[in-house]
């Protein structure tokens, strides 16, 4: 018996979440099922990594004196789904209490209400103190708002936590630094790449596994180069630190064929899996702009994604579910691509992003929001469809983080609540901020019609075919001033173009 049963998720592989427990009566749970690798067909690396960093973090737990209650995905008795374990495990260790963390996805949200009617103890869902603002916190700044705008809540923030300023005031006099971060690599730049790591042979047991039950989903396996201790990830956060950030700031924007890592630091996985926290990262990154060994346009810069857009995200995933899941303010329709798992296409922009994305379980920022998730939202396709590609293939994605990121940011499905425009573009800002477009097939100078860049037409028929959405979008009226001053035999080609370019690539 044990007093309580405490359920730890695949990303809550944090030993803070433990602070309130009591080694000697309580027990910790922790379980690999096949539900969880399968809701979408995760990356190979993605199923790993978690599987891997898990079995690490339970024998952390051992050797730091807890108990530990830990099925494997090729337990014999292993359930298959997390309600029968949890509902094994207690029926094993029948305790006072199960309890369980604040999870990171709506479903799981619903399973611990269902456990709370249904399990013969009491099931309690206590916070997760990891994030600086709770779920409670952001509604209630969100409340009355006609605008949610993430650069206010960054501010509030900042005040809160005392990162970056003095007194009341930014240190350096701005909040905000992203206009000196929007620069193009130029040539002869050499890129130190994040820490990797080599696999033990816990991990290669799991890679061993995963290679041979989910041989059917995408991307590679091996070779597999990721943290999967709180120790390892430490180191990569300290390498990121000492040979990355500095020029992080300045060239986080940019890209490269066949550069898949830049100045960024690959860390994301960690801290949404609870390897890192968001408190000691921000410490980190902070004091290297005190301690002059990184300028504060990068040091701001990674800041405001952790303590800015990261909390703001999770606050407006919870605000919005479960109806932000279904939303498609814009009607897209068509049905993703199969060369956004293949690779296959002659847009070498696209072509970059994914084979990166098949090789590594990772693609920047701008390459998710300006390559792929661009094409996805000019052409039309499904949101719903582009969220589940996006948590299926990045090794980062938890939903908390990827939907919002992906329904409201990058596919404005929501029409505004997150991001004030939609971020659509031609083929001309992806010429800008890399070296894609000399190599490509399509030329990004042609505006369309046949070998033009199908970026241009989509990014006019887009608009074109929204213009009773957007058209009142005060960010937009420059654009579509723009637009009305083509001739109508010019928007026609467009059009036309734009319905030919959909029967090849959609």
């Not at 103190?129 to 923030?157: D, K, P, V």
């Not at 630094?177 to 730049?189: E, I, Q, S, T, V």
Request: a negative charge.
């Amino acid at each position: 018996m044990c007093t309580r049963l405490i359920v730890l998720l695949g990303d809550q592989l944090s030993p803070s979440l433990l602070r309130f427990a009591d080694q000697k009566t309580d027990q910790v749970m922790m379980a690999e099922v096949l539900g969880e690798a399968t809701y979408v067909a995760h990356h190979k690396k993605k199923i790993a990594f978690h599987f891997a960093a898990m079995r690490h973090f339970a024998k952390e737990l051992r050797a730091d004196g807890w108990t530990v209650s830990y099925t494997t995905i090729d337990a014999a008795d292993n359930k298959g789904n997390l309600r029968e374990e949890i509902q094994s495990q207690a029926e094993r260790c029948r305790p006072d209490l199960v309890v369980g963390i604040e999870p990171g996805e709506w479903r799981i949200e619903e399973l611990y209400a269902e456990l709370s009617k249904t399990l013969a103890v009491p099931f309690e869902v206590r916070r997760d103190e990891r994030f600086f603002c709770s779920r409670s916190e952001f509604a209630e700044w969100a409340q009355g708002r006609r605008q949610l705008r993430m650069e206010n809540f960054y501010r509030i923030m900042r005040r809160k936590t005392g990162f970056l300023m003095d007194g009341e005031e930014p240190v350096g006099g701005q909040w905000n630094f992203d206009h000196d971060n929007r620069k193009k690599a130029p040539k002869g730049l050499t890129f130190p790449g994040p820490r990797t790591f080599v696999p033990d042979a816990e991990t290669k047991s799991v890679l061993a596994y995963v290679g041979a039950h989910f041989s059917d989903h995408f991307g590679d396996l091996e070779p597999f180069e990721f943290a999967v201790t709180r120790g390892q990830a430490r180191q990569a956060l300290e390498h990121f630190i000492r040979y990355s950030l500095a020029d992080f700031g300045t060239y986080q924007d940019a890209m490269l064929r066949d550069e898949n890592y830049l100045y960024h630091s690959l860390i994301s996985l960690y801290l949404n899996t609870g390897l890192l926290e968001p408190d000691e990262v921000c410490r980190h990154i902070v004091q290297a702009y005190y301690d002059g060994t990184a300028p504060l346009n990068s040091v701001e810069g990674y800041l405001r994604q952790v303590l800015g857009w990261r909390e703001y995200m999770r606050g407006i995933y919870w605000l919005r579910m479960p109806e932000f899941k279904s939303e498609n303010f814009l009607e897209a329709h068509h049905h993703l691509p199969s060369f956004f798992w293949t690779g296959e296409t002659k847009m070498e922009c696209v072509r970059q992003a994914v084979s990166q994305t098949k090789k590594t379980a990772y693609a920047h920022h701008i390459q998710r929001l300006m390559v792929t998730g661009n094409f996805a939202l000019i052409a039309g396709i499904d949101p719903f469809q582009v969220h589940e590609w996006y948590l299926a293939v990045y090794a980062d994605a938890i939903e908390w983080v990827e939907l919002p990121n992906t329904m409201g940011m990058s596919q404005f499905a929501d029409g505004s609540v997150l991001a004030s425009k939609p971020y659509a573009s031609s083929g001309n800002y992806i010429n800008k901020m890399s070296d894609y477009c000399a190599s490509c097939h399509y030329n990004v100078k042609e505006k369309t019609g046949p070998g033009s860049c199908p970026f241009n037409t989509f990014y006019w028929d887009f608009l074109d075919r929204n213009s009773d959405k957007l058209r009142g979008n005060p960010r937009l009226g420059n654009i579509y001033r723009t637009w009305d001053k083509f001739d109508p035999e010019k928007q026609a080609s467009y059009r036309a173009y734009a319905d030919v370019l959909r029967k090849e690539l959609l």
